[in-house]
């Protein structure tokens, strides 16, 4: 799957981009917010790539490698744990600090949620969440600006009309 924006070129992540993700998981202003822990393996990378294949193969979910026109990886944005009963997805994403404050994942994210329908198998309106560290506040107010509400300290939604 691939999907262009005006500065933007999100592909479904493969192990190619194993090493450039190891780079952004890795960079410390990153990690304080995720929920992969400080310091990941290159093993560890290889395997959370593995995880994100294998759960595209279920339609459970996808993660989408954000990279510029020369290729760049600059971050990730995924969709995970896909409830077709519930109609419900999560959202996560996670950008190298180097690329902060240029608003490439306020344009990722719209992205992914322009093109759902396209990346799971969706009947009706679905409900988005966003899990965050409740110190993250430039994620929180990425999310608010796109539109989703706040629901507790940690936790945001967006619903998407079919």
């Not at 070129?9 to 981009?17: E, P, R």
């Amino acid at each position: 799957m691939r999907f262009t924006t005006s500065r933007l070129v999100l592909k479904s992540i493969t192990h190619k981009d194993a090493l450039a993700l190891y780079s952004v998981l890795n960079d410390p202003l990153v990690a304080q917010y995720n929920d992969y822990g400080d310091s990941l393996s290159h093993e560890q990378i290889k395997d959370l790539i593995q995880w994100d294949l294998e759960q595209g193969y279920l339609g459970l979910g996808c993660r989408m490698a954000i990279t510029n026109a020369q290729g760049l990886l600059l971050g990730t944005v995924g969709l995970y744990d896909f409830d077709a009963d519930k109609q419900s997805v999560n959202i996560g994403f996670e950008l190298a600090s180097v690329h902060w404050r240029h608003g490439y994942m306020s344009e990722a994210v719209q992205c992914i949620l322009v093109n759902i329908g396209q990346l799971l198998n969706i009947s009706s309106d679905i409900s988005v969440f966003a899990h965050l560290d409740e110190n993250n506040e430039r994620s929180a107010k990425l999310l608010l600006k796109l539109g989703f509400s706040k629901q507790s300290d940690n936790l945001y939604r967006k619903l998407l009309t079919a």
